[in-house]
């Protein structure tokens, strides 16, 4: 069984930082392409970023580039996403998830995500 699980999320002031971490478990975690997808309230999913399996390869949406930085751990079977100069737009429910392969602009299907963890940007 798939088990993604987010921490690390908080509340953070415009212009701030958070490091949020997924541990993956029930699956060959090296074999895979992972993404990073966000909610926020009363909105659609929004798919964040993706990383090839090696590492090698990333990518971002517009509205992050520049600011996030997605990285993973294949020997602790880890996934981060580094985020910087916080928004009060960036608020939102921030899931680890598993794509069926490594594709930009794409949100897996929730069968396939962690339960998330809350990031708030807020003076």
């Known amino acids: 069984e798939v088990q993604l699980v987010e921490s690390g999320g908080g509340l953070v002031q415009p212009g701030g930082s958070l490091r949020l971490s997924c541990a993956a478990s029930g699956f060959t975690f090296k074999n895979y392409a992972m993404s990073w997808v966000r909610q926020a309230p009363g909105k659609g999913p929004e798919w964040v970023s993706v990383?090839?399996?090696?590492?090698?390869?990333?990518d971002y949406a517009d509205s992050v580039k520049g600011r996030f930085t997605i990285s993973r751990d294949n020997f602790q079977g880890r996934l981060y996403l580094e985020m910087k100069s916080l928004k009060p737009g960036d608020t939102a429910v921030y899931f680890c998830?598993?794509?069926?392969?490594?594709?930009?602009?794409?949100?897996?299907?929730?069968?396939?995500w962690g339960r998330g963890t809350q990031v708030t940007v807020s003076s």
């Open positions: 998830a598993k794509p069926d392969a490594y594709r930009s602009n794409y949100v897996p299907p929730t069968d396939y």
């Open positions: 990383i090839s399996r090696s590492g090698g390869s990333v």
